[in-house]
C-alpha cells in the first residue's frame, strides 16, 4: 500500500500507465513464483519451501521499502515534476481523510465492487493447477497456468491501465469486473488445454487491469492527501473475499464433484461489481457535486 499510495502522488497527467509499471512487479513475481516454488518443494519439502520464501519476502521487503520516495512536495516539486508553488513544498496534499471518504458513495462502490470480485479472483490461482489435473493434463501444465496467469497479469497492467487515458478509469475498471467475469464463464467450460491457456492469459490480464487501475481511480475521487490509508481500506475487501473465496470452491468441489457452480458464482458477482460502478458517478462529477 504505501509503494502504490507513492505512486499516485508523483503522477497525475499519466496516473493510469504509471500505476501499471509500478504494480507489474506483482505479475512478475506471479511468473517467477510458482515454478521457482514447485522446484524448491521438490527438493526441500514444502516446510522448508515456505521458510526459503519467507526469508526472500523479508529481505525484498527492506530493500523495497528503501525505494520508495514520500510525495513530490517533499523535493519542491509538484505531481509529474512540475514546479511547486512557492512556500509550498511541504504543504499537505488535497483530498479526504480516511473517515471523510469512509463515509462517500464512491468509497463503498469500490470496496463493495472488489469484495465481490474478489470472490472469485483468486479461485484460479488455487483450483486451476487441480482443475486441470483432473482434466488429466499433468500437474506441470497445472504449473503453468499459474506461470500464464502472471504473464497474462503484467501484460495487463500495462495494456489496461495505458487504456484509461481514452475511456475514463471508472469505465475502465468496470470492464475489468465484466471482463474477469466472461473469462471465468469460459473457465467453467474449458475442457482442453489451448481453453486454459486462452484463460490463464486472458482472465490474468483482467486482474492486472483491476489491480493496476484500482489505486488511480480512488486518487481521482479522495485525492492525495490519505491515500495510503485509503487503498489499504479499500483492499480490505479484497482480503476478505480472497480468505472466503477460494475455501468455498474447496468445500463445492467436494460436496458437488465439481467447481462449475462455484465458478459461475463467482462469475455473477463479478457482473454485480460491473454494474455497481457503472451506476457510480464519474469522480469530476462527484467531486463538484460534493463542492457545490
Known amino acids: 500500500m504505501p509503494a502504490i499510495a507513492a505512486v499516485q502522488r508523483w503522477f497525475v497527467r499519466r496516473r493510469g500507465a504509471a500505476s501499471g509499471i509500478a504494480v507489474a512487479g506483482i505479475g512478475v513475481g506471479t ?13 526441500f519439502g514444502w516446510r522448508q519451501t515456505y521458510l526459503i520464501l519467507a526469508a526472500l519476502t523479508v529481505v525484498g521487503a527492506a530493500v523495497s521499502g528503501l525505494l520508495v520516495r514520500p510525495g513530490p512536495e517533499h523535493y519542491g516539486l509538484a505531481p ?7 512556500g509550498g513544498a511541504l504543504a499537505i496534499p488535497a483530498g479526504l481523510a480516511l473517515g471523510e471518504a469512509a ?3 464512491p468509497f463503498w462502490a469500490i470496496y463493495i465492487g472488489a469484495l465481490l470480485l474478489s470472490f472469485g479472483l483468486f479461485v484460479p490461482f488455487v483450483h486451476l493447477a487441480p482443475y486441470a489435473s483432473d482434466l488429466g493434463l499433468g500437474e506441470g501444465f497445472g504449473v503453468l497456468l499459474i506461470v500464464l496467469l502472471g504473464v497474462g497479469s503484467t501484460v495487463g497492467r500495462f495494456l489496461f491501465a495505458s487504456l ?30 489451448p481453453a486454459l491457456v486462452a484463460f490463464a492469459l486472458v482472465f490474468g490480464a483482467f486482474y ?11 486518487a481521482d475521487y479522495f485525492g492525495g492527501r490519505a ?37 459461475l458464482a463467482g462469475a455473477v458477482l463479478c457482473v454485480v461489481s460491473f454494474a455497481i460502478t457503472l451506476a457510480t458517478p464519474e469522480p469530476a462529477r462527484w467531486l463538484a457535486a460534493r463542492r457545490a
Not at 177 to 193: D, E, F, K, R
Not at 208 to 218: H, K, Q, R, T
Not at 239 to 263: E, N, Q, R, W
Open 31 to 43: 511468473l517467477i513464483g510458482a515454478p521457482l516454488a514447485h522446484e524448491l518443494i521438490a527438493d
Open 80 to 86: 509529474d515534476g512540475d514546479p511547486a508553488d512557492p
Open 103 to 105: 463515509r462517500s458513495a
Open 164 to 193: 484509461t487515458g481514452w475511456l475514463g478509469r471508472r469505465r475502465s475498471f468496470a470492464l475489468m469486473y465484466l471482463g474477469a467475469g466472461a473469462m471465468l464463464v469460459m473457465w467453467s467450460q474449458s475442457t482442453s488445454a
Open 208 to 218: 492486472g487491469g483491476f489491480v493496476a487501475i484500482a489505486p488511480s481511480l480512488a
Open 227 to 263: 491515500l495510503g490509508s485509503i487503498i489499504g481500506a479499500l483492499y480490505s475487501g479484497v482480503a476478505f473475499g480472497a480468505l472466503l473465496g477460494s475455501p468455498v470452491a474447496g468445500y463445492a468441489y467436494d460436496f458437488f464433484g465439481s467447481y462449475t457452480g462455484a465458478i
